[in-house]
């Protein structure tokens, strides 16, 4: 069976500092991976989302960015942080074809203070 | 791009009754899914149900089934002798071919269950 791990779970970090979020899928090869943001008291926003080794495309434009080192690795990652940047993040991978859901990473609370 | 609308931030339901929560989208595909999760105060993501749209058949899973009308692009869940447990975050969710078919969610109804 496959499980995502994402890691960690909770993080509170300086304004300006860099920040580097895992995650990992197992049990299934070349999955679609994606980075979702979660505002307090709002919905899911699409951060990053990668089809394939190298590649990532990024839907906002914004302090961010995203690597796929290997085929079931995806990590998001800033340069310097902003306070803006404090949220809810969430990874999640599906199959690639559009027949069904993704699954998502138990997520990582960010604090930017 | 595609848009979901939840247009019901919070709604409350008694034990053991019955509640609908709406969910409005708007695609000019023809071809998609469309899901409903949930999302306790752990901030896990559930998958509650899902409905392919060349589907006409309703989809069902125990107590959740949804009432999706596609000519009004509306997808409602309801949830039946409502528990305690149900009590969370629900987000609907369009799945698109764009975006390496990534969801696109709404912004979510919290639902509160009294005893």
Redesign the interface.
């Known amino acids: 069976s496959q499980t995502i791990h994402q890691w960690p779970a909770t993080l509170v970090q300086p304004v300006g500092s860099p920040l580097s979020l895992e995650c990992t899928v197992e049990g299934t090869s070349n999955p679609n991976l994606y980075w979702y943001r979660q505002a307090a008291g709002r919905g899911l926003q699409l951060l990053f989302y990668s089809v394939g080794i190298g590649q990532i495309s990024s839907e906002v434009p914004q302090n961010l960015s995203a690597s796929r080192p290997q085929d079931r690795q995806f990590i998001l990652s800033s340069k310097k942080l902003l306070l803006s940047d404090s949220g809810f993040y969430l990874c999640a991978w599906s199959f690639p074809d559009r027949n069904t859901e993704a699954f998502f990473g138990q997520g990582t609370r960010l604090t930017v203070v | 791009a595609q848009t979901?609308t939840?247009s019901q931030p919070e709604m409350s339901v008694q034990e053991a009754e019955t509640v609908t929560l709406s969910c409005t989208y708007d695609t000019s595909e023809s071809d998609?899914?469309l899901?409903w999760y949930k999302q306790p105060p752990?901030?896990?993501?559930i998958?509650v149900i899902?409905q392919?749209a060349y589907k006409q058949q309703n989809a069902t899973e125990n107590r959740f089934s949804v009432n999706f009308q596609k000519a009004a692009k509306s997808f409602s869940l309801k949830i039946s002798d409502s528990q305690l447990g149900d009590a969370a975050m629900y987000?609907c969710a369009y799945?698109s071919?764009g975006?390496?078919?990534?969801?696109?969610?709404?912004?979510?109804t919290s639902l509160l269950v009294t005893p």
């Not at chain 2, 752990?42 to 993501?45: D, L």
């Open positions: 979901v939840q998609y899914y899901f752990s901030r896990q993501m998958l899902r392919e987000f799945r071919a975006s390496g078919y990534a969801l696109n969610f709404g912004k979510g």
